[in-house]
């Protein structure tokens, strides 16, 4: 990316006051560092406006709590409802352990490659429906609130959420995010552990994109005229042997772990709460070599109901299909599509 491409984004200093962003684990507003592109509209860039130590617990609600049911994810695609019910539980003795060098079977929670929230995305489909929702987690919802208003979408409802993870070897192929019915809201997207490549194109899906790197904290914004750009993640960027990611890096602030728990969260009306030793364990071990992305949409404008048809570009198209390769589970090579696979999401969306 060109540094003559970016320029300071203007953001609303007085939609979320001080208190407001502190109950969500977030900076102030004038601290916020905000940048937009030349010729990209509506994009905006937020470089980590977490307060120091609140990320391990929005890490940790992605990993511990969202997935939980009624929740959707990838593994209830073949697997019973009991057999991915605590998901974190089945999980956490064997990534807290010390690495036995051996080649050991992936935890339930390394199987995970997405969530979804709210309004449930249906991958074949690739629509929404009033009947396929559950409640949309509150605290994320005020995370997301806070987000929009500040960006100049005060009326923005957070009610749905697609929630990816990735492994060191993970890719997004390129896409368009147009199944929401009301696109004059923002599309929100927060990125958390291992930094990765984002591709952003153009409204065509040969148009050339301006690449960036998006690191933990990191928060997008695409709304208006970047609304329905295509985009992309082609890798994710591991680490340097023995340098932590940013996210790890932050336990070290000052408050954190004192006596198994963040301080960060003493005052009774914030949302981020204590992260304990034990579950952070499991967390820094999973972002050794992993990313989660949260992506959050507005699914209906005011006023707008589902249809009971579907719009024609919301009908399966395979030529839109678009594919999250992963190339370690099961022996599986890199970039290749793995149809009806618990490793894999086949269409997942940011």
């Known amino acids: 990316m060109d540094d003559e491409q970016v320029v300071s984004a203007k953001l609303d200093t007085a939609a979320v006051s001080d208190v407001e962003a502190r109950r969500a ?23 980590n406006p977490f307060l120091p130590g609140s990320q391990p617990f929005w890490l940790r609600q992605c990993l511990k709590t969202y997935p939980q049911k009624p929740n959707i994810c990838n593994l209830d695609m073949h697997m019973s409802a009991t057999d991915t019910t605590d998901i974190w539980d089945k999980s956490a003795d064997a990534l807290r352990a010390p690495p036995s060098g051996k080649r050991e ?23 929404y429906s ?19 208003a500040v960006c100049g979408f005060p009326g923005f409802n957070a009610e749905a959420g697609i929630l990816n993870y990735y492994r060191s070897d993970s890719s ?24 990765a490549i984002f591709l952003l194109g153009g409204p065509q899906r040969e148009d050339p994109p301006t690449a960036m790197c998006m690191h933990s904290g990191d928060v997008m914004v695409m709304s208006g005229p970047s609304r329905l750009l295509y985009h992309a993640v082609p890798r994710i960027i591991p680490a340097p042997q023995g340098n932590p990611c940013q996210l790890a890096l932050e336990t070290q602030s000052p408050g954190l772990h004192q006596g198994g728990t963040q301080n960060l969260a003493q005052e009774e009306s914030t949302v981020v709460g204590p992260v304990s030793r034990e579950d952070w364990r499991v967390c820094s071990r999973y972002i050794e070599s992993s990313r989660v992305n949260v992506t959050i949409r507005q699914v209906l404008g005011p006023g707008q109901s589902f249809p009971e048809t579907l719009p024609s570009h919301q009908r399966t198209d395979a030529s839109r299909t678009e594919t999250y390769h992963d190339g370690s589970p099961d022996g599986k090579s890199r970039g290749q599509k793995r149809k009806n696979s618990s490793d894999s999401s086949d269409t997942v969306e940011t």
């Open 130 to 148: 009033a009947s396929h929702y559950t409640p949309f987690p509150a605290d994320l919802h005020m995370l997301s609130c806070h987000i929009a």
């Open 25 to 47: 684990g977030l900076r102030p507003v004038r601290d916020w560092r905000a940048f937009g592109l030349q010729g990209f509209p509506g994009f905006i860039f937020i470089s």
């Open 172 to 195: 997004l192929g390129i896409h368009v995010d147009e199944s929401e019915l009301d696109h004059t809201q923002p599309l929100l997207s927060f990125s958390f552990g291992q930094s």
């Open 105 to 127: 079977p992936k935890t339930l929670l390394e199987r995970l490659r997405w969530v979804t929230l709210g309004y449930h995305y249906d991958w074949n489909t690739k629509t």
